[in-house]
């Protein structure tokens, strides 16, 4: 066991005391201070608070002449819960009901012997067996979240309510929206930081403005983890969201008029891989390919016969519903016959291509773009990765070509996203998610329902409802009543509009960053199931909603 001590001038024999008396039951790291000079509790209540906070420690103690001062400002951090107790009893009701993990002290107010004994007290009570304070505790938990806008909240309420509103549909709900993920709390930290506030056109050590010190140490860590996370020689951090890092790669390549050959949107394609009402289509001359109509999958060698007829300035891939892996490289194959810049979007795939879970396109392609907030897992944004001859024509396409100035709180934001994305859990993540999206798309295929491909590699799949005599847009809307989100879908060749379709998209990372696995899956796959066999059935619907919330209850929104 392990404890952090701390105080301030008013506590120094206390502390010295309780390191004496508990260093024989646990490792007490003693925080200080070590001299009898006047100083500030909330410095040594902060550095005990943020070891608890990191999970480096067990359990935080803190002194002051009351304990007051120390407990408020403990309970500002993250995880953290600090009980301020005066008896044993009050010790033993902390653990047990809040489960306090930090105990503060009043020098002034309690003995030393009767302190060493509410403390012996407080770290050998365990926190409610019997869970009967569980869901007090997770109220406590979505406190926090919300606490990031407390300040608001006396200021706005009508936004504040909204927050509140989408906290607990993202408690509530079994998201599985194949684009949507749950960033950290670090994330969100950075980016409703101060560094919003500062205006930074151009690039780190070639700025437009004066000032530009920090923000610059943010946009070079976001570059390096990108080319380190990635593997790539140059990348551009700024582009504000996914289209915008389709539109810089365009720009640095293409003349108006040019031509790309990308997979068709209906069937598994982006709006700004060239549809007729985005600036992609209006700009460039856009041919589309499609998948094979019998295995609903690319066909490689279809590809690079229409490639040769095209001669496509750009070839891209990559797409937001297309369940299989992608071979990058026979498209960079395709490429070197035809002479085409390779330029793969990996939006939806970036947090399994940066956990190995799926083959990387940063080798191959000319250009690869993104977005950070799909199962990257980081806050809505985009980026682009390409070889060092594109960086030039990359960089002035991003600043001056497009943007003005860049959003270095949301840059700060995808520099922390790409450091949580290097380490073995979110490897872990990525992996799970793969693993739970093949149990999903198992047990809804064991219930009967055609699965577009007839199955997945990755993060997602697309279920054909029309054969169950269903619509998309039907289907979508009773099972989102039964508290679980997914969306419409066109399927290859679809028949239906586009506002009706004949699919659905389902995908796993959201319910993969909250923790569950694939017993979670198999449950969830039985409550779809048993909806779309009978999506007008209110009893059944009903009995679902309250199956869901009760199974994402205990698994935390982070
Ligand atoms: C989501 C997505 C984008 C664009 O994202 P925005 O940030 O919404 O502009 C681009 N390409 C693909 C393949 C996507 O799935």
Redesign the pocket.
């Known amino acids: 066991m392990k404890i952090a001590i701390g105080t301030d001038h008013g506590g120094l024999e206390l502390k010295a005391i309780l390191i004496e008396a508990l260093s024989s039951i646990a490792t007490v790291i003693d925080m200080g201070p070590n001299e009898k000079k006047s100083c500030d509790y909330p410095d040594f209540a902060g550095a005990v608070a943020r070891k608890v906070s990191s999970g480096e420690v067990d359990f935080g103690i803190l002194i002051c002449r009351t304990g007051i001062g120390m407990s408020i400002a403990a309970n500002r951090f993250q995880n953290v819960r600090a009980g301020l107790c005066h008896t044993t009893e009050t010790a033993v009701l902390t653990r047990q009901h809040n489960g306090s993990n930090v105990l503060c002290l009043g020098a002034d107010i309690v003995s030393s012997e009767y302190a060493v004994e509410i403390a012996k007290t407080f770290i050998s009570t365990p926190v409610d067996a019997d869970q009967r304070h569980a869901r007090r505790r997770a109220k406590l938990e979505r406190a926090a979240r919300l606490s990031d806008c407390s300040g608001l909240a006396a200021y706005d309420s009508e936004i504040y309510e909204a927050i509140v509103d989408q906290t607990t549909q993202e408690d509530e709900e079994i998201n599985l929206i194949a684009?949507e993920n749950f960033s950290s709390r670090a994330c969100r930290e950075a980016a409703g930081s101060v560094l919003m506030n500062k205006y930074a056109e151009g690039y780190p050590a070639k700025r437009w403005y004066s000032g530009c010190g920090p923000v610059d140490k943010v946009e070079s860590l976001a570059i390096e983890r990108a080319k380190a996370l990635f593997g790539a020689e140059h990348a551009n951090v700024q582009p504000?969201?996914?289209?915008?890092?389709?539109m810089a790669v365009y720009f640095a390549c293409l003349k108006p008029g040019e031509t790309i050959l990308s997979l068709s949107l209906d069937q598994?394609?982006?709006?700004?891989?060239g549809s007729s009402v985005n600036f992609s289509g209006k700009l460039y001359n856009i041919v589309p390919y499609f998948v094979d109509k019998k295995t609903e999958t690319l066909d490689y060698d279809e590809l690079e016969k229409k490639a040769l007829e095209i001669k496509p300035k750009i070839l891209l891939s990559?797409?937001?519903?297309y369940p299989r892996a992608i071979d990058f490289k026979r498209i960079r194959e395709i490429c070197d016959k035809v002479g085409a810049i390779m330029m793969v979007?990996?939006?939806?795939i970036a947090g399994l291509v940066a956990g190995g879970a799926h083959e990387s396109p940063v080798p191959y392609a000319d250009f690869v773009?993104?977005?950070t907030?799909?199962t990257l897992r980081g806050p809505?944004?985009?980026l682009v990765l390409c070889k060092e001859k594109w960086a030039k024509a990359l960089d002035s396409a991003v600043f001056p070509g497009m943007q003005g100035g860049p959003l270095e709180n949301i840059i700060a934001a995808k520099a922390i996203c790409f450091k949580e994305a290097m380490s073995d859990d979110f490897k872990a993540y990525a992996a799970q998610v793969v693993k739970n999206c093949r149990v999903l798309c198992e047990t809804i295929k064991a219930r009967g329902y055609r699965i577009v491909s007839g199955g997945t590699d990755n993060h997602l799949f697309l279920v054909d409802v029309k054969e169950k005599g269903l619509t998309g847009k039907d289907a979508a809307a009773a099972l989102d009543a039964a508290g679980i989100v997914v969306n419409k879908n066109a399927i290859p060749y679809d028949t239906e509009s586009p506002f009706k379709t004949s699919g659905i998209r389902i995908g796993t990372a959201s319910v993969t960053t909250r923790g569950m696995k694939e017993g979670e899956m198999i449950k969830i796959g039985t409550m779809i199931a048993d909806v779309l066999d009978c999506i007008a059935d209110d009893k059944i619907i009903a009995r679902v909603k309250a199956e869901a919330k009760a199974l994402v209850s205990a698994f935390p929104v982070p």
């Open positions: 684009s504000h969201c996914g289209s915008a890092a389709n598994g394609g982006h709006l700004s891989h990559g797409a937001s519903a979007d990996m939006a939806h773009t993104t977005t907030h799909k809505r944004g985009g």
